[in-house]
């Protein structure tokens, strides 16, 4: 299996800042043949299910605040927001769909402080 | 707008077969992969395998022995099925879409629904 690994597992930041979570893969989910990062980030709310908010690593989901962005390649990733809000207060994951099985991070707790 | 509602028992007992269905609205089911996931209370997410309409599965290895994934065409609805559970399988199972590629990565959510394990 890929392991995914987030950093840090939680972080507080002040409102109308800037929120950087880190994502690191076991392996490479970069494909050399179309060149893209199989690679999704995830926000999830209190009692809600996760909702998309990247996809290709740096696609925005339709929908997502020009807010959000992803970057990142080969095994290092990064989602980060920009002028934080209080809506944004949530957990984050990130996600490999590149080899089955498509597993996640553990998951960074995003708080405001 | 698609849309995707778990459904099934919310209490199982151990050793018996988890068995839950997704209906699925406003969308082909033809169209797309249909990956389940699970989320143990207060925990993170486990992706547990996908199924297509053409009959095409995937499964995590860990759980391949004891877990099935179909799609019903006639009744636009997705099922999952989990053999011999123990507590360790209480968890929010969601349904959720794969689309935009091969592999699928997961673009909508069911709410999710909660089932316990335990005698």
């Known amino acids: 299996d890929i392991m995914m690994a987030q950093s840090p597992d939680s972080l507080a930041v002040s409102l109308g800042e800037r929120a950087t979570i880190s994502c690191k893969s076991s392996?490479?989910?970069?494909?050399?043949?179309?060149?893209?990062?199989?690679l999704a980030w995830f926000q999830q709310k209190p009692g809600q299910p996760p909702k998309l908010l990247i996809y290709w690593a740096s696609t925005r989901a339709s929908g997502v605040p020009d807010r959000f962005s992803g970057s990142g390649s080969g095994t290092e990733f990064t989602l980060t927001i920009n002028r934080l809000q209080a809506v944004d207060v949530a957990v984050y994951y990130c996600q490999q769909y590149f080899i089955t099985p498509h597993t996640f991070g553990q998951g960074t707790k995003l708080e405001i402080k | 707008q698609v849309q995707l509602q778990e459904s099934g028992p919310g209490l199982v007992k151990p050793s018996e077969t988890l068995s839950l269905t997704c209906t699925v609205s406003?969308?082909?089911?033809?169209?797309?992969?249909w990956t389940w996931i699970r989320q143990p209370p207060g925990k993170g997410l486990e992706w547990i395998g996908y199924?297509?309409?053409?009959?095409?599965?995937n499964y995590n290895p860990s759980l391949k022995s004891r877990v099935t994934i179909s799609v019903d065409t006639s009744k636009s609805q997705v099922s999952l099925k989990l053999t011999s559970v123990t507590a360790a399988d209480t968890a929010v199972y969601y349904c959720?879409?794969?689309?935009?590629?091969?592999?699928?990565?997961?673009?909508?959510w069911g709410q999710g629904t909660l089932v316990t394990v335990s005698s």
């Open positions: 959720t879409r794969g689309g935009g590629s091969f592999p699928p990565f997961v673009d909508h």
């Open positions: 199924a297509s309409y053409s009959g095409t599965t």
């Open positions: 406003g969308d082909s089911i033809t169209d797309y992969y």
């Open positions: 392996q490479s989910v970069l494909y050399s043949s179309n060149n893209k990062n199989y």
